[in-house]
T-cell receptor
Framework: NAGVTQTPKFRILKIGQSMTLQCTQD?????MYWYRQDPGMGLKLIYY???????DKGEVPNGYNVSRSTTEDFPLRLELAAPSQTSVYFC??????????FGPGTRLTVT | KQEVTQIPAALSVPEGENLVLNCSFTDSAIYNLQWFRQDPGKGLTSLLLIQSSQREQTSGRLNASLDKSSGRSTLYIAASQPGDSATYLCAVRPGGTSYGKLTFGQGTILTVHP
């Protein structure tokens, strides 16, 4: 099993550009999450999903959108990128009750 | 709102020393608590998960304890090695219908020198 995979690993965006961060899990987990981690800080929840077609906002959703059309995939869309969105983005998944498994992260710089 | 604090922010120890990392949380109504390890530039690796009904969990040289009533957890690392150098994060999952949303501490940066 590959677990949780994320693409791309690195990306540089110009202010105002848009992009989609991809996340795929092969563990048949219902729950999926997007977090961001700023330097020297813990992770903050952006959006989460409890199953295909069901998504909801986390702590810091502004400037982002998500969709969940399949169990496996949970892409994160950045519209009109801003320097404040420079961060490392982690996708995670879990079954309903147990531990979360994290992807390797996407390092995004907005200049 | 749940807040999670980790102390110390950084720790440097000689190889072979036993050490304790601390995690405190403000709302004791948690479902579980998870300890993670993060190597520089990498993702998070789950180390231990403690359910709210448990007092401790052990994996090899790692032992995590949970005192829900006082809002505290500790991660004990025995006989530390240079390979243990990493950032250690704790995260709590709220009780109730939380859908597994985790609240993270800011982490403890551990350096074990030979």
């Amino acid at each position: 099993n590959a677990g949780v995979t994320q693409t791309p690993k690195f990306r540089i965006l110009k202010i105002g550009q848009s992009m989609t961060l991809q996340c795929t899990q092969d563990m048949n987990h219902n729950y999926m999450y997007w977090y961001r981690q700023d330097p020297g800080m813990g992770l903050k929840l952006i959006y989460y999903s409890v199953g295909a077609g069901i998504t909801d906002k986390g702590e810091v959703p502004n400037g982002y959108n998500v969709s969940r059309s399949t169990t496996e995939d949970f892409p994160l869309r950045l519209e009109l990128a801003a320097p404040s969105q420079t961060s490392v983005y982690f996708c995670a998944s879990s079954s309903s009750r147990y531990e979360q498994y994290f992807g390797p992260g996407t390092r995004l710089t907005v200049t | 709102k749940q807040e999670v604090t980790q102390i110390p922010a950084a720790l440097s120890v000689p190889e072979g020393e036993n050490l304790v990392l601390n995690c405190s949380f403000t709302d004791s109504a948690i479902y579980n608590l998870q300890w993670f390890r993060q190597d520089p530039g990498k993702g998070l690796t789950s180390l231990l998960l403690i359910q709210s009904s448990q007092r401790e969990q052990t994996s090899g040289r790692l032992n995590a304890s949970l005192d829900k009533s006082s809002g505290r957890s500790t991660l004990y690392i025995a006989a530390s090695q240079p390979g243990d150098s990493a950032t250690y994060l704790c995260a709590v999952r709220p009780g109730g219908t939380s859908y597994g949303k985790l609240t993270f501490g800011q982490g403890t940066i551990l350096t074990v020198h030979p």
